[in-house]
Structures are given as structure tokens and as C-alpha cells.
């Protein structure tokens, strides 16, 4: 009797750290984009290996970071997915905390361009994205940047709105073909103004570009990669753009929230985030394009994405600063320029 007393009471004594255990919790703010994929191959995954359960909040970056703002004093988010220049402003606004990348297995496994993509230490990059021009070869020879601006051409292009995540970086890469690439993009928003009566549309969407292009309506377009995949479907010779300016594009990175309870949690969901067999599955899913340089590809999921470490090291990326300082500028040359 005694010893079963003994046995219960060291049970009891035990139960709270069970409990405790069972019950580690860890928040992360996402993309809405592929979220039943990203449960499959990421958050199950974890939570199978960490004994810990996964809290998933998602939405736009706006509204994210307007949370994150709103909780500071008292963070509900450990971790967030959020876009280089949406990082910096996080960190310009003290939502984030420096990351001790010591403690990531996988960080040395990263391209340069994602180990510290603001240069302050306050985020480390997932995935990027090329941004080029999608093309009717049979229609045009594209080898700058400029070329969509020819007047044998410009009639059959579309081009992305500066509000949109592909219109600065396009617009950036025009002004470094016409010779004009002051921060401002005051060069490029001109020239574009002086033919926004003959270029197709300003889009706003990259899924109206593939009918668009079906239906012949347009021969040319900036893209992000990510957007390639529909374009191949197509019974058409297009391909895709390698200028003489190069590619832009863009990175989405992992941020930790100030005074988060949880910061070695998820610095676990980081590192398994950005290991080799998580970014390989994401990537030959055709979800994300890796990050982690061991990364390897089938040529299906290859073809299809931003891959392999001289792309990477190709990227002609905005910096973060100069997208944060410059936006209310952009929109309002662009407003005068080119129209609402």
C-alpha cells in the first residue's frame, strides 16, 4: 500500500511537466498560398517530431504585420513568413528579434543571398523568385529589358502595376536597361507613361496573363517564376527571357517576434523549415523555389522553378531599404505618369 502511494505521488509530481510538455504551443503567421500542401509536408511533420501542437494564422502581409504591431507589448505570433522589405519594417518598428543562427543546422546550407538578406541579422530567407518576361518567340527576340518598349512590340505587352509585388522589381530592371536606375524609378515610370496608350494592360493579377497570351492578345510580359508553370501549358512557343540586364525578383524570409515565449521552439520550426528534405518536398511540389543550396530537382520541378546557386547568385534584388523609403514615391509618379 505504501509503495503504490509512493508510485501515485511521483506520478502527481510528475504530471505538470507532461502536461507542460503536451501543451507547447507555437503561433506562426503565413501566406495564405498553399496552406494544405504546407500542413502535408512542413507543419505535420513538425509537430510529429517536436510533440508540440501548431497554431497556423494567415493573411495578408498589411494585416499581419498590423497584428504583430497591435501584440507587441504581448506577442500571440512567435514566428512569421513575411517578404524581405516587409521584414526590415518589422524590424524598423522593434517587432523582431535577432536570429542566432548558430543555432541552425541548415543555415550553412543557404545561398548567400538568403543567409542575411537586410544585412542586419533579423531574418533569413526560404525561398526567392526570379522575375523576367515570358514571351511569343515566334513573334519577338527579347535581349534587354528595353526591347519591351520597341514600337514593333509594345502594342502586344503587358506590364505589372507598380502596387503589384512584380512592378518595382520590373520597373527597376527597365530603368537599368534605358540607362535611368535612380531609386526614385522616375526614368522607367516616364517611359512607360509615354506608352501606357499602347501597352495592352497594367496588370494587377498574374493568372488574366495566360489568357491573355492564349488568346493573342498580348505576346510579352514580366513574371515571377512562380507564375511560369500555366505559360508551359500552352500550345505556344514561349519562352522565358534571359537579359543582358539580368533577373530581378524577389525573397520571402523567417522573422522571430520580440519577446516571443516560444523563440526556441521556433527556431526548431525554422531550422526544419529550411532543412534539405522540407525544402526539396516544397520544391518538387512546385510550391516554393529552394533556398537550401543541397537541394536537388528533378528537371520537371527545375524547369519550373528559380533553381540552382548562379541563378541565385544572379538575382538583382531591391533593396529593402530603398523599397521602404521609396514606395509613397513610386505610386504617386505612377499615378501622375501613368494613371490609376
Known amino acids: 500500500m505504501k509503495k503504490a502511494l509512493m508510485a501515485s505521488a511521483a506520478l502527481a509530481a510528475l504530471w505538470p511537466f507532461a502536461a507542460s510538455a503536451a501543451e507547447r504551443t507555437l503561433t506562426i503567421s503565413v501566406y495564405a498560398f498553399a496552406q494544405d500542401d504546407f500542413k502535408t509536408l512542413v507543419y505535420e511533420p513538425f509537430e510529429a517530431q517536436c510533440g508540440c501542437k501548431l497554431v497556423v494564422e494567415t493573411g495578408n502581409s498589411v494585416e499581419r504585420l498590423a497584428k504583430m504591431e497591435a501584440n507587441k507589448a504581448n506577442p500571440v505570433v512567435d514566428l512569421a513568413a513575411v517578404s524581405m522589405a516587409d521584414a526590415l519594417a518589422a524590424s524598423r518598428a522593434s517587432l523582431t528579434d535577432?536570429?542566432?543562427?548558430?543555432?541552425?543546422?541548415?543555415?550553412?546550407?543557404?545561398?548567400?543571398?538568403?543567409?542575411?538578406?537586410?544585412?542586419?541579422?533579423?531574418?533569413?530567407?526560404?525561398?526567392?523568385?526570379?522575375?523576367?518576361?515570358?514571351?511569343?518567340?515566334?513573334?519577338?527576340?527579347?535581349?534587354?529589358?528595353?526591347?519591351?518598349?520597341?514600337?514593333?512590340?509594345?502594342?502586344?505587352?503587358?506590364?505589372?502595376?507598380v502596387t503589384t509585388n512584380q512592378g518595382p522589381p520590373a520597373l527597376y530592371m527597365l530603368g537599368l536597361a534605358l540607362g535611368k536606375d535612380t531609386p526614385d524609378l522616375q526614368g522607367p515610370i516616364a517611359a512607360?507613361?509615354?506608352?501606357?496608350?499602347?501597352?495592352?494592360?497594367?496588370?494587377?493579377?498574374?493568372?488574366?496573363?495566360?489568357?491573355?497570351?492564349?488568346?493573342?492578345?498580348?505576346?510579352?510580359?514580366?513574371?515571377?517564376?512562380?507564375?511560369?508553370?500555366?505559360?508551359?501549358?500552352?500550345?505556344?512557343?514561349?519562352?522565358?527571357?534571359?537579359?543582358?540586364?539580368?533577373?530581378?525578383?524577389?525573397?520571402?524570409?523567417?522573422?522571430?517576434?520580440?519577446?516571443?515565449?516560444?523563440?526556441?521552439?521556433?527556431?526548431?520550426?525554422?531550422?526544419?523549415?529550411?532543412?534539405?528534405?522540407?525544402?526539396?518536398?516544397l520544391a518538387e511540389k512546385l510550391i516554393d523555389s529552394p533556398a537550401n543550396s543541397e537541394v536537388k530537382l528533378s528537371d520537371a520541378a527545375a524547369g519550373n522553378l528559380t533553381y540552382g546557386e548562379e541563378t541565385a547568385k544572379g538575382l538583382k534584388l531591391i533593396p529593402s531599404a530603398i523599397a521602404l523609403d521609396n514606395r509613397a514615391g513610386w505610386l504617386k509618379t505612377w499615378n501622375e505618369k501613368v494613371g490609376q
Open 98 to 161: 535577432k536570429i542566432d543562427t548558430a543555432k541552425l543546422a541548415n543555415f550553412a546550407k543557404l545561398y548567400d543571398v538568403a543567409k542575411d538578406p537586410n544585412g542586419d541579422g533579423m531574418s533569413v530567407g526560404y525561398t526567392f523568385y526570379a522575375t523576367s518576361i515570358a514571351y511569343r518567340s515566334d513573334k519577338m527576340k527579347i535581349e534587354s529589358w528595353a526591347d519591351l518598349l520597341k514600337p514593333e512590340y509594345v502594342g502586344h505587352v503587358a506590364f505589372p502595376n
Open 192 to 281: 512607360l507613361g509615354d506608352k501606357k496608350d499602347d501597352i495592352v494592360t497594367f496588370y494587377e493579377k498574374s493568372s488574366q496573363l495566360v489568357q491573355l497570351m492564349q488568346q493573342e492578345e498580348i505576346w510579352a510580359a514580366p513574371i515571377g517564376r512562380f507564375s511560369w508553370a500555366g505559360f508551359t501549358k500552352l500550345d505556344l512557343p514561349i519562352a522565358w527571357a534571359t537579359p543582358k540586364e539580368g533577373q530581378t525578383g524577389g525573397m520571402n524570409v523567417l522573422v522571430l517576434t520580440k519577446g516571443s515565449k516560444n523563440q526556441d521552439l521556433a527556431m526548431q520550426f525554422m531550422d526544419f523549415w529550411l532543412s534539405t528534405e522540407t525544402q526539396t518536398k
